[in-house]
């Protein structure tokens, strides 16, 4: 048997074919109890204190205080959050193997855009609408993940391509016009409609967080997810099967997304080619905000989830108090920089590589 530290596998040192290998980590000259308390926890827990303030801040501002807190506002908040979040937990499964998957929100699209076609002009009852949506999300993931993991292509392009494609067919099919006439009313009011002062969909959403959390936490898979993120070569000589692996990501971002799309026809009542891809970019700064909060430096399902609850909480504040149209774009693309700059260091600091 011989010990490789990583500095062995990353400089092209491998051993003997049949060797029993033990990979050696060593210990980061500066652990985080080193860090100190405070430090410490400003690295984990800081944006959920920000997000607290920035709460208080709107709630006691005279300007902002009645209309913020609100019940009206929470529920327009949550629902509007439920569909982003969603796409953005599918983007969470590739990003925390290092590969960013730019394609969800299309496939999120197109899937809304299935589950709408079957139930209103193929005439499916709601549960095989419901299952054709899915298999199609998953078998566009599983495209991508075979063209990533079997061919080594370039995630990035990849996937921009794909959006670029399927935002294309989504125009062609639909022609620019919503896919709903005929949708059962039931399923509108549904959409629409609250238990206990929460949106329903936010209900079915957290079934989602939790096994999304639960598989890259809890289990073998998140646990090779991370190595690769860690080290690929690594990962490899270990005996974790990569691009077994890494498909299955992007296949599981594809399934999630068409939950995302479902949840899209659902709460609009039909389908377009549009508003699906428009959440890329949202959801993309909620998962970049995650590797800044509750394990810094790497991704993370309920980082997420806080992330995208953190934006959506400062425009709605900025838009109470009067804030133009542009705000929400300019806001959401500095959280994007900041985050992902910040969350490099954070990995960095760790002994990582950042998580690109």
């Known amino acids: ?57 709107f709630c006691v501002d005279p300007r902002t205080s009645a209309d913020f807190f609100s019940k ?32 969800v929100a299309a496939i999120a699209g197109m899937s809304s855009c299935t589950f709408a076609t079957l139930l209103t002009r193929a005439n499916f009852s709601l549960v095989p609408a419901i299952i054709g949506a899915l298999i199609v999300g998953t078998l566009l993931g599983a495209i991508n993940g075979l063209l990533i993991a079997r061919y080594h292509m370039s995630a990035i392009i990849t996937t921009l391509g794909s959006q670029i494609a399927l935002t294309g067919l989504m125009e062609w099919y639909t022609k620019n016009n919503t896919i709903g006439a005929g949708m059962s009313y039931k399923i509108i009011i549904f959409g629409s409609s609250n ?19 639960f598989l890259l936490e809890q289990t073998p898979f998140g646990r090779y997810i991370q190595a690769i993120a860690s080290n690929r070569r690594s990962a490899r000589l270990v005996g974790i099967g990569v691009p077994r692996t890494v498909f299955l990501c992007f296949m599981t971002a594809g399934l999630i997304a068409a939950i995302a799309g479902v949840f899209l026809s659902i709460q609009q009542g039909g389908a377009d080619s549009s508003t699906g891809p428009s959440f890329l970019f949202p959801a993309l700064t909620g998962v970049f905000l995650s590797a800044t909060v509750i394990h810094p430096g790497r991704p993370n399902a309920v980082g997420t989830v806080v992330g995208l609850l953190f934006v959506a909480v400062l425009v709605s504040g900025l838009t109470f108090l009067g804030a133009t149209n542009w705000a929400p774009d300019l806001l959401e693309g500095l959280l994007l920089v900041g985050a992902a700059g910040l969350a490099t260091v954070l990995a960095r600091q760790r002994g990582g590589e950042g998580i690109f």
């Open 195 to 213: 238990w206990f002062s929460i949106p329903k969909l936010t209900w079915i959403f957290l079934p989602v967080i939790l096994g999304v959390w």
């Open 1 to 57: 048997m011989s010990i490789f530290s990583k500095n062995d596998l990353d400089s092209g040192d491998t051993p003997e074919e049949g060797e029993d290998v033990v990979v050696a980590t060593a210990p980061s000259t500066r652990t985080i109890k080193e860090r100190g308390p405070v430090l410490n926890f400003f690295e984990h827990y800081g944006l959920l204190a920000l997000l607290a303030a920035v709460v208080v801040f």
């Open 72 to 103: 009206a506002n929470l529920i327009t908040t949550l629902s509007n959050q439920t569909v982003v979040a969603t796409i953005a937990l599918a983007a969470l499964i590739p990003l925390a193997a290092g590969y960013i998957d730019l394609s």
